[in-house]
């Protein structure tokens, strides 16, 4: 039989202290306290835990499957090092190529210097031979006048653009005194320049090397020079005089 009380505050307060002992007391739970970096460690300390054994369990099931990481790294080395002996190999092969075309070229440029001297010894000794011939047919012939002749006599383009190259032979026929020769070479040059003819005499009045036109010579001499023409012109024919005391005593024309 329940008590009543005179004040109904007192009474819900009273019934409020009683439920909280007894049967109808709320369960309590009492736990260890335990400081959070410890909390924090034993989770990183499981996350480590769970990460090694996942990789574990990988590399098991890899290594079931047939795929062992171990020996697919040693085959990556084995083919590594494979590809850079493979490299120097080639770097080598490369180089001994580049060495053998340098010799190639080397022999292919000495040959061609070879080739050119012998066409210009064959030419020399060509001339040779000729003056040779030329020279045994005065030495054989019996002349009592005096003569004075200019013999092959060949003109030739030199190098550089309108630029040619002269050459002939002076020979002094006759009696002792008459073999002897004093005065100057003269060249008369024939040009086609812009569908016109026209005419180049040399030395000019005015050249200032004049002196290299003055020739002596006994018996026989070998006259050799070079010369130069306007641009745009095209040489048709050259004469070599030679001229004594203003008079022409022999001549020789080529044509081009």
Do not use: C
């Not at 012998?118 to 000794?125: A, F, G, P, T, Y």
Request: aromatic share 8%.
């Amino acid at each position: 039989m329940r008590r009543a009380y005179p004040d109904p505050r007192l009474a819900v307060a009273l019934r409020r202290l009683r439920s909280r002992f007894g049967i109808s007391a709320p369960r309590v739970a009492v736990r260890t306290h335990i400081p959070w970096h410890w909390r924090i460690l034993a989770t990183i300390a499981v996350l480590a835990i769970s990460i090694a054994l996942a990789g574990w369990i990988y590399d098991a099931g890899r290594k079931i499957a047939g795929f062992d990481r171990s020996e697919t790294e040693q085959e990556i080395a084995a083919l590594r090092g494979n590809l850079e002996t493979q490299k120097r190999e080639a770097a080598k092969m490369r180089a001994l190529a580049n060495a053998a075309d340098s010799n190639m070229q080397i022999e292919r440029t000495a040959q061609e210097q070879l080739a050119r001297q012998v066409k210009v010894l064959e030419q020399e000794n060509g001339h040779l031979k000729e003056e040779l011939a030329f020279f045994e047919s005065l030495a054989s012939a019996e002349s009592r006048s005096s003569t004075l002749s200019i013999n092959r006599l060949s003109v030739e383009p030199e190098g550089a653009e309108g630029r040619y190259r002269y050459r002939f032979l002076a020979v002094a026929q006759g009696d002792r005194k008459d073999r002897e020769f004093h005065g100057q070479i003269q060249l008369v040059v024939h040009l086609q320049q812009q569908g016109k003819s026209a005419m180049m005499t040399l030395p000019r009045p005015d050249d200032p090397d004049r002196q290299h036109f003055a020739v002596d010579f006994k018996y026989f001499r070998r006259i050799e020079g070079s010369f130069q023409i306007p641009a745009g012109s095209r040489v048709t024919s050259v004469e070599a005089r030679l001229m004594q005391n203003g008079s022409t005593r022999a001549t020789q024309t080529v044509a081009l």
